[in-house]
């Protein structure tokens, strides 16, 4: 019998970067609940962070990214092939700022 898949928080409450910078946040994380799933996207690419990893909502809009303080662990499992995730833990409307506080998961 084949295994089911296990998830296994190894990031807690962490605040996505960059929510200031997508053109009508407010409105889209208005449908965001506790539990949501995201999808993390490495963008190797990226000139200003080597290590940046896109947050990603259902319908596959970017809403940020993980942040500095835990990319490189993330990027580093997406690299080497891993399955992870971002699942939602709070929303907070704070003045014109957007503040999602997600977990990162790892499905294994």
Known sequence: MANATQSICVVKNTTVAGTRHV???AEMAENY???DRFAL?????NRFDPWAVEVRDSGNRRVGY???E???FVGRLIDGGKSVDGRLVAREQV???CR???????ND
């Not at 999602?100 to 790892?106: A, G, K, Q, S, T």
């Open 95 to 97: 003045g014109s700022w």
């Open 100 to 106: 999602l506080v997600m977990e990162v998961h790892l």
């Open 41 to 45: 996207v490495r963008d190797a690419g």
């Open 33 to 35: 609940r506790p539990g």
């Open 23 to 25: 053109a009508g946040m």
């Open 70 to 72: 835990c990319n490189e």
């Open 66 to 68: 993980v942040s500095c």
